[in-house]
């Protein structure tokens, strides 16, 4: 383990607002939130970075009808993953900011668009048969239609050319985009066109199709380039419900991806074993976790070609350097679809696991807050974080801590 980092500080910021929706129990405030992921590119300025928001405003059925009095939507209640969303055209979109000082300035916000101008939006895309799907419906409890240019968009990762790469889970699929927001190219599973048929984003069936087998909403999170440039290292959220739910409820090997970061093939794969359950300090203490309640939610590649990977359930954050090298590679048979057991039912056997070295804990460095998404290093030793805010739907801000690491 490292030496314990200096003091937290958090960061100025206000999030933007973004719309006011009248609801039974009074204004439905929301707010932009844009640092699901965070980047910083070689060629930026002193300061900048840039960030992604995620698919938009969304709450469960049951909390909307505490929160907002809907309580016209009390038959969706125990629909599987099903979320309202007040604002689907209002998500996924890339930021710049700039650091000064203690401060953190948006500089722009670009919704993202295909090359003919037309938006991405936050509602699923067409799901495959038999694969499991985030149900979306409006505030008055109609299903909202699936589009082929739906994204959850999650992560990012900055090309030397000065474009980007976002991680989706819904597909899952990673985005290529420019810094003015437009879509070039989205890269998919194999066997997944059927899910975005029509789109005007150009869709290439690139990735494995083993990715489809991603539990409801925990596709891709992570995602980063190798310092030398050679690798797109891109992680799962969760376990993969590979072959089935079980796997993912009970697995605790989440999949790291070493991708070709211009044409999205696999060349390599490693296995993130996720901390058990009760070493979530914070998160005990406000309730029981699961092992499903344990999540990867950003990579940050280090300068000597280590990760570093921020793993979370709501409360408690462990941000872990990891070394993912060739004596860690997985045999190609873990990437197969139909080897038995998978690497979800495996357990530790059989297989080379990530060693983790604790870079930072928030179950020490308490004054840190929950639901943490961003992260990025913005010197040698400081590090940025990022919560996500849901965009206010539940009262939530984003805030921005920097740490200085021991």
């Not at 996924?92 to 670009?110: C, H, K, N, S």
């Not at 037309?118 to 895309?125: A, W």
């Not at 869709?203 to 999170?221: D, I």
């Not at 197969?336 to 928030?362: C, M, N, W, Y």
Request: proline letters at 10%; hydrophobic letters at 40%; glycine letters at 12%.
């Amino acid at each position: 383990m490292t030496s314990q980092p200096s003091a937290p500080l958090r960061l100025t910021w206000t999030d933007p607002p973004l719309a006011v929706i009248p609801t039974p129990s009074g204004a439905m405030t929301l707010t932009r939130s844009l640092a699901s992921g965070l980047v910083r590119r070689a060629s930026d300025p002193p300061g900048v970075f840039w960030g992604v928001g995620d698919r938009g405003p969304n709450i469960k059925p049951k909390d909307a009808m505490a929160r907002y009095g809907l309580t016209g939507l009390a038959s969706l209640a125990g629909i599987d993953g099903a979320r309202v969303m007040p604002l689907p055209g209002g998500g996924p979109a890339l930021a710049r900011f700039r650091l000064t000082g203690d401060q953190i300035v948006l500089e722009a916000a670009m919704p993202l668009k295909a090359m003919d101008g037309s938006p991405l939006t936050g509602v699923p895309p067409t799901p495959l048969s038999g694969m499991e799907s985030e149900p979306a419906f409006s505030l008055d409890g109609e299903p909202l239609p699936p589009s082929s240019l739906g994204a959850d968009t999650e992560g990012i990762a900055a090309l030397p050319d000065g474009r980007f790469w976002i991680a989706d889970e819904y597909g899952p699929s990673l985005l290529l985009a420019r810094e003015d927001g437009v879509v070039e190219r989205r890269l998919i599973p194999m066997g997944g066109m059927a899910m975005f048929e029509g789109s005007p984003v150009p869709v290439v069936e690139a990735l494995p199709a083993l990715a489809l087998a991603r539990k409801l909403n925990r596709g891709f999170e992570g995602v980063t380039l190798s310092a030398d440039g050679a690798v797109l290292y891109v992680a799962f959220q969760s376990p993969l419900a590979h072959p089935d739910r079980t796997a993912h409820d009970e697995g605790q090997i989440v999949r790291l991806w070493a991708l070709d970061p211009l044409s999205g093939a696999l060349i390599g794969e490693h296995a993130y074993q996720l901390d058990p359950p009760e070493s979530f300090v914070r998160d005990i203490e406000a309730g029981p976790v699961e092992r499903s309640d344990i999540k990867v939610s950003e990579l940050t590649a280090l300068p000597d070609g280590g990760l570093l990977v921020l793993e979370r359930v709501t409360h408690s954050t462990h941000i872990y350097r990891v070394r993912p090298g060739p004596e860690t590679a997985l045999s190609p048979i873990w990437s197969d679809p139909e080897h038995r057991p998978t690497l979800e039912q495996a357990g530790q056997d059989g297989f080379a696991i990530l060693d983790k070295e604790l870079v930072l804990s928030t179950d020490v460095e308490t004054a840190i807050c929950g639901d943490l998404e961003g992260m990025i290093l913005i010197g040698p030793h400081d590090l940025l974080l990022a919560s996500d805010s849901d965009y206010g739907i539940e009262g939530g801000e984003t805030e921005f801590w920097q740490v200085r690491l021991g």
